[in-house]
């Protein structure tokens, strides 16, 4: 039984205390999660249209409610051992509602796949003179989707080398800059580049970060307790993601440029370029890693089977690689975008369900001291569904509208929706607890 559930990653299981890793490990899965390139491109474009002091509210504001969110559903997770798409099932969405997740989950991972592996590809084309784009990407992608086959303490060794290897690349670029320049001179002069206004930079904070809070429970479910998340995250984010996107926002503002190649070349030299774009594997491979725990959940509940992890990572990957080719990269800003609303809707349903109404809790933590799964699971839940459409349309019109945050708005929109519709048919039912139809036919 512990040989099969560790082929599989726990994907369709809890992760049992004997599997549980030190918290310096996810740590560093988090922190390489959001100490990449992409927050540098995100904190370059901040700096580059943007005052240091406008850039750090945007930062925070874009980022500390995804954090409680993180909290939150990571501490679910570390208490009962299960993936995001898993925890679903018992946390509002019921069994074919994960099914709809993990599809969705899937196909938004394995695109910021493709994204990431254009920016790795590109890199390394330039740093490297040989070969062509198409061929690197082909060897970044097939390469990363290996690691990921190896599992998750093979992506925390490798974590755990290149995460110090990129913060010190970045950080000896910003003491470069220092040398010749105060840092208060870079707190207080302009934008070098066109003005960006502070709804777009909160919307693009939010929006760049929204998938990795959401897939936080994929590897805190391996942390012991909430207590641990809570370190994980805040580190995580005051390191990652506001300490990168300042120090990027110095270095747009001392070179004048939104380039990232182009800022790294210009302080710290090749090896720090080669340093950065080599960090990218960091998070791409948490991306393959959450889609391919979205997947099993989606196939699992769809059609009752378990397919094998291995296979279904290299399908994935290959996919992932493909679309690199073909330089999805061209299409971010849509897939940001779309991204940015389709999903903060779940986590506001999931965290509503398990710490309001705690509808699953006595059964979850009945069978978790048995390191089992519940015996039956809803099939459907009508009104989380319901409340996930109203909230991606809320969303949509936030965003074709300009108003606000557009995941945030539908984050916050589905969790106060979905509690009132929930409360509202307890009151109809007369009911301490509201069910819908179970089955026992959980995997």
């Excluded at 479910?221 to 641990?228: A, I």
């Excluded at 009104?383 to 557009?406: D, H, Q």
Aim: charged share 10%; proline share 3%.
């Amino acid at each position: 039984m512990a040989s099969k559930a560790t082929d599989n990653d726990y994907s369709l299981s809890r992760v049992p205390e004997g599997a549980k890793q030190p918290l310096w490990q996810i740590l560093m899965i988090r922190i390489g999660a959001l100490c990449c390139v992409s927050q540098l491109v995100l904190g370059a474009t901040l700096g580059y249209g943007m005052s240091f002091w406008d850039a750090f509210w945007a930062t925070m504001l874009g980022s500390v409610l995804l954090q409680v969110i993180s909290w939150a559903l990571g501490t679910a997770a570390a208490r009962e051992g299960l993936s995001t798409s898993l925890l679903s099932r018992w946390a509002g969405l019921g069994k074919n509602g994960s099914a709809i997740l993990g599809g969705v989950a899937a196909i938004s991972m394995v695109g910021w796949f493709g994204v990431q592996n254009c920016v790795f590809a590109d890199g390394m084309t330039t740093i490297t003179g040989v070969l062509n784009y198409p061929i690197w990407a082909i060897i970044t992608g097939l390469g990363v989707t290996l690691l990921v086959v190896a599992g998750i303490r093979w992506i925390a060794r490798f974590a755990t080398v290149f995460v110090p290897l990129f913060i010190g690349a970045v950080i000896v670029s910003a003491a470069i800059v220092l040398q010749d320049h105060s840092l208060m001179e870079f707190m207080t002069t302009p934008a070098p580049g066109p003005a960006l206004g502070f709804g777009a930079a909160t919307t693009m904070v939010a929006g760049g970060f929204i998938a990795g809070a959401i897939c936080t429970p994929d590897y805190a479910r391996y942390l012991k307790n909430g207590t641990q998340v809570f370190w994980m995250t805040l580190i995580g984010t005051f390191l990652g993601e506001l300490g990168m996107n300042l120090i990027a926002v110095v270095l747009a503002h001392a070179t004048g440029t939104a380039n990232v190649t182009d800022i790294m070349m210009a302080t710290s030299g090749i090896l720090g370029v080669i340093i950065v774009v080599a960090s990218t594997v960091k998070l791409n491979d948490m991306n393959l890693y959450s889609s391919g725990l979205g997947l099993a959940t989606m196939i699992n509940a769809l059609f009752n089977v378990k397919i094998n992890r291995s296979t279904m990572l290299w399908i994935l990957g290959i996919v992932g690689t493909l679309l690199s080719v073909f330089n999805v990269i061209n299409y971010f800003t849509e897939f940001l975008t779309l991204l940015g609303v389709a999903l903060p809707p779940v986590a506001g349903i999931m965290v509503i369900d398990y710490y309001i109404l705690k509808r699953n809790r006595p059964v979850l933590e009945e069978t978790r001291a048995k390191g089992e799964l519940p015996a039956k699971v809803e099939k459907w839940n009508p009104i989380a569904i319901v409340t996930w459409v109203l909230a991606f349309c809320v969303g949509e019109a936030s965003s074709i509208m300009n108003f606000g945050i557009p995941g945030l708005n539908s984050l916050i929109f589905a969790g106060v929706v979905y509690w009132i519709l929930m409360s509202v048919m307890k009151s109809v039912k007369k009911v301490d607890v509201v069910k819908f139809e179970e089955t026992d036919q959980i995997l």
